[in-house]
């Protein structure tokens, strides 16, 4: 069954700190993968897509490492801001048919 | 600028009855997809379609339909409401391919 796990589930941290949030996947076959910001009460916004070929891409103050031989993802927060408070859902893309599979996400809370 | 709207944002409907979401985008994009989002589930998918007079069943189809006329437009009809539906709907559009995915706002809807 194609499932998309993250941990942590939720996540604290303090303004101004680096985060680490993972992504493990078991979809075959695989197309791309994909981090999303969600807003409370908002539609999630893509960050990042990577293929088989990427391991890592930056988006600002994100940056998403792919390891397609493990089937790992994951997204580093760098420098924290208030504004980082959102649900992060890591995707995956299965095969040719453009269907994204999404994980629960992380919840993310940074305190000043 | 293009953009995906939903509408309505809210409501309130009794079990048993008819409710039409709209979902609009102006991309010109020919996949669209219907998603809901309940507390620990990712977004599951309902129906999506690739094109005009394309629709498809997602995973959690069963008590909706969705017609699409014209490239705009998908949307998403729940044929005899239920409690079990009550949840906050997504609409997404997407080029062909590893592109990037566009969501809406959501419609929040409680059947009572």
Not at chain 1, 57 to 62: F, L, Q, V
Not at chain 1, 75 to 91: E, G, P, R, W
Request: with cysteine.
């Amino acid at each position: 069954k194609n499932q998309v796990e993250q941990s942590p589930q939720s996540l604290i941290i303090l303004e101004g700190k680096n985060c680490t949030l993972q992504c493990n996947y078991t979809v075959s076959p695989f197309s791309n993968l994909r981090w999303y910001k969600q807003d409370t009460g908002r539609g999630p916004v893509s960050l990042t897509i990577m293929t088989f070929s990427e391991n890592t891409k930056s988006n600002g103050r994100y940056t998403a490492t792919l390891d397609a031989d493990t089937k790992q993802s994951s997204l580093h927060i760098t420098a924290s801001q208030l504004s980082d408070s959102a649900s992060y859902i890591c995707v995956v893309s299965a095969g040719n048919t453009d269907k994204l599979i999404f994980g629960t996400g992380t919840r993310l809370q940074v305190f000043p | 600028d293009a953009e995906i709207t939903q509408s309505p944002r809210h409501k309130i409907t009794e079990t048993g009855r008819q409710v039409t979401l709209a979902c609009h985008q102006t991309w010109n994009h020919n996949n669209m997809f219907w998603y809901r989002q309940d507390l620990g589930h990712g977004l599951r998918l309902i129906h999506y379609s690739y094109g005009v007079q394309d629709t498809n069943k997602g995973e959690v189809s069963d008590g909706y339909s969705v017609s699409r006329s014209n490239t705009e437009d998908l949307p998403l009809t729940l044929e005899s409401a239920a409690s079990s539906q009550t949840s906050v709907y997504f609409c997404a559009s997407s080029e062909q391919g590893v592109t990037e995915a566009f969501f809406g706002q959501g419609t929040r809807l409680t059947v009572v």
